[in-house]
């Protein structure tokens, strides 16, 4: 794996697919009353403490949905969203053995870091 797409990912994941943003309509700001209403009114804007830009959100929700290959974004989408099945749940959703799947996961971080790259240069 990448170090710093392995981070950039889990905080992709803590950014737009954590219960709580996809609870309350995922990172454009959701319903600000729910909110309220669940922060028992007590709303701070901005403390996520997200380190990484929105943009990169957004460019990483978009590599993984409409650049990675299917079996790859399944990987992803498992490895970093998916917080309540163990390992061994993860490989068989995934169709794979566990050495496969950290082949796949691997595979995905250098197509992530292709593209963003890409759109860099």
């Not at 700001?29 to 943009?55: H, P, Q």
């Not at 992803?76 to 390992?87: I, K, T």
Request: charged fraction near 20%; include cysteine; hydrophobic fraction near 40%.
């Amino acid at each position: 794996m990448i170090k710093r797409i392995d981070e950039m990912l889990k905080l992709w994941a803590q950014d737009l697919h954590s219960p709580m943003t996809e609870a309350y309509g995922g990172a454009s700001g959701g319903n600000m009353i729910a909110m309220l209403m669940a922060c028992k009114g007590e709303l701070i804007r901005g403390t996520r403490g997200s380190r990484v830009l929105l943009d990169e959100s957004a460019d990483i929700e978009f590599i993984v949905n409409k650049h990675l290959p299917p079996q790859l974004s399944v990987v992803v989408r498992e490895h970093y969203c998916n917080h309540d099945s163990f390992l061994s749940q993860k490989y068989a959703h995934c169709g794979c053995s566990r050495d496969t799947y950290y082949q796949r996961l691997h595979e995905a971080h250098v197509h992530i870091a292709g593209l963003l790259m890409g759109k860099a240069a």
